[in-house]
């Protein structure tokens, strides 16, 4: 059986504290690690836009001495509706992992079936598991350990970003809450996984209970790569910014989160984001290490 990274519970969470582990690690040597990939080739495919996933593999595959093959599917023969099982066939002949940000999780899932190498989620509608990675990384680096903190996560609680961070700071030892409104509320499935850890979990339509004494406040945009209806979507989210009101509602030093791209005066307060609780640009960096580290980990299963 291949090792996949699909969600971020493909992981144990003995396993995602052995990446976090080597994250840490690689971040200390960051040209002078090990290659475990020296000679091979990683494929990264992109279905939907990226400015630091696409920087933070590209450069991160390549610190680990493999080709960072960077496909935009819309100029690859995806793009002309070859099937995504047949491109997972013929990537498998090539790389040693293939990377993927694409819509559907039915469509990551139907790659990882037919790739005989594995497979990495990106982002998909579902989750963003390798982001919840880099966050874990800086929350430890800001805290010490992730194991009974209080994450807080303010606005679309049904987004890829709500989800990864319900499942995967459970498996962290946190107490994950979502502040959002009805209709923007995880599925229960999602929660339902999240509690299989056995930390607190909590989903509320008050933001400020919420956010009352939270170790780690964070958010996402309010309108996700392929969603519609914009202007409903701003209407409906407005009372759950990441503003000072709900940052003064934390611990006096919770440490502020944000996947970015951001948008200042929406999600999240210009305030907030460009103040000192924010750990947002050490947050952006950490995609890198924890990639990197994540890559080791998926090829030395094989
Ligand atoms: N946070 C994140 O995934 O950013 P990009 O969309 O720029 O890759
Ligand atoms: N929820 C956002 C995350 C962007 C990194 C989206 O899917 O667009």
Redesign the pocket.
């Known amino acids: 059986m291949v090792q996949h990274f699909l969600a971020d519970d493909d992981l144990t969470p003995a396993q995602q504290a052995e990446v976090l582990d080597l994250a840490a690690a690689l971040k200390k040597q960051r040209y002078d690690g090990p290659k475990p990939l020296a000679g091979k080739a990683v494929a990264v495919v992109f279905e939907?836009?990226?400015?630091?996933?696409?920087?933070?593999f590209e450069i991160g595959i390549a610190e680990l001495g493999a080709h960072p093959v960077i496909l935009d599917a819309q100029s690859t023969q995806l793009g002309r509706g070859e099937t995504i099982e047949d491109t997972a066939r013929v990537l498998s002949r090539y790389v040693a992992a293939i990377v993927i940000?694409t819509f559907g999780d039915d469509r990551i899932t139907a790659l990882a079936e037919a790739s005989d190498v594995p497979v990495v989620n990106?982002?998909t509608d579902g989750f963003?598991p390798?982001?919840i990675l880099?966050d874990l990384q800086t929350v430890r680096e800001r805290k010490g350990s992730t194991e009974g903190l209080v994450l807080t996560y303010l606005g679309d609680g049904a987004n890829n970003m709500a989800n990864s961070y319900l499942i995967g700071g459970a498996m962290a030892g946190m107490e994950v809450r979502i502040g959002a409104p009805a209709g923007y509320q995880p599925d229960p499935d999602v929660v339902e996984r999240a509690k299989r850890y056995g930390t607190t979990i909590v989903v509320t339509d008050d933001a400020k209970a919420a956010a009352e004494g939270s170790d780690v406040l964070c958010t996402d945009v309010w309108v996700s790569?392929g969603m519609t209806g914009a202007e409903q979507r701003l209407a409906d989210l407005a009372g759950y910014a990441l503003d000072e009101g709900a940052l003064s509602l934390a611990k006096p030093d919770a440490v502020v989160l944000h996947?970015?791209?951001a948008h200042r005066g929406e999600e999240i307060a210009a305030a907030v984001i460009d103040g000192p609780q924010s750990a947002v640009w050490d947050e952006?960096e950490n995609?890198l290490h924890a990639q990197k580290a994540l890559l080791t980990w998926l090829v030395q299963q094989a």
């Open positions: 939907k836009p990226s400015t630091r996933t696409r920087l933070s940000r990106a982002l963003h390798c982001q880099a790569m996947c970015l791209p952006a995609r």
